[in-house]
């Protein structure tokens, strides 16, 4: 995934990359689109830079602890990303998954470099790419994952509530 610095807001392409190539970078997989006119932080999903909005996740303002909403493009709730306090020195992720399954996070969402995992099974692997010039990391998404959408949208989502 690579952000595009000089843009209102925080609107990127997500690219299919290639470990083998020195992370070179193939066709567009995602658009995502980053709403900063509302009163709530806002992403947007898309499969074309123009076509319909596959998910939204919404950061929940007020509540004691942060919360983060996405959503699908009926606003259906999909997802909800919580942080749980543990101790003084990490913080905690939890993702309940359509109400009845939970992915939990372990490393460090601020170094990029963790792991979305559902029990034993890991659903998403992120790691930076120590070689590039430009803020790139890699989203490794398991073969298996029925909504590759659905998990570019908590990689999203853990990645702004990391940055505040």
């Not at 601020?110 to 790139?136: P, S």
């Given at each position: 995934?690579?952000?595009?610095?000089?843009?209102?807001?925080?609107?990127?392409?997500?690219?299919?990359?290639?470990?083998?190539?020195?992370?070179?970078?193939?066709?567009?997989?995602?658009?995502?689109?980053?709403?900063?006119?509302?009163?709530?932080?806002?992403?947007?999903?898309?499969?074309?830079?123009?076509?319909?909005?596959?998910?939204?996740?919404?950061?929940?303002?007020?509540?004691?602890?942060?919360?983060?909403?996405?959503?699908?493009?009926?606003?259906?709730?999909?997802?909800?990303?919580?942080?749980?306090?543990?101790?003084?020195?990490?913080?905690?992720?939890?993702?309940?998954?359509?109400?009845?399954?939970?992915?939990?996070?372990?490393?460090?969402?601020?170094?990029?470099?963790?792991?979305?995992?559902?029990?034993?099974?890991?659903?998403?692997?992120?790691?930076?790419?120590?070689?590039?010039?430009?803020?790139?990391?890699?989203?490794?998404?398991?073969?298996?994952?029925?909504?590759?959408a659905l998990a570019m949208m908590i990689v999203i989502g853990l990645d702004d509530m990391a940055d505040e």
């Open positions: 995934m690579r952000e595009k610095l000089l843009t209102l807001g925080k609107d990127f392409e997500i690219k299919e990359a290639s470990h083998r190539r020195g992370g070179r970078t193939g066709e567009t997989k995602f658009y995502v689109d980053n709403k900063v006119l509302r009163l709530r932080e806002t992403f947007n999903i898309r499969k074309s830079k123009h076509g319909e909005v596959l998910y939204q996740v919404q950061e929940r303002k007020m509540r004691v602890r942060d919360t983060m909403k996405i959503e699908d493009r009926s606003g259906k709730e999909i997802a909800k990303i919580k942080k749980r306090m543990v101790g003084v020195v990490r913080d905690n992720y939890v993702i309940k998954v359509r109400g009845d399954r939970n992915w939990q996070v372990y490393g460090s969402i601020l170094d990029h470099n963790y792991t979305v995992k559902e029990g034993a099974k890991t659903i998403v692997k992120v790691h930076k790419n120590r070689l590039t010039i430009k803020d790139a990391y890699f989203i490794d998404i398991d073969e298996d994952c029925d909504d590759k």
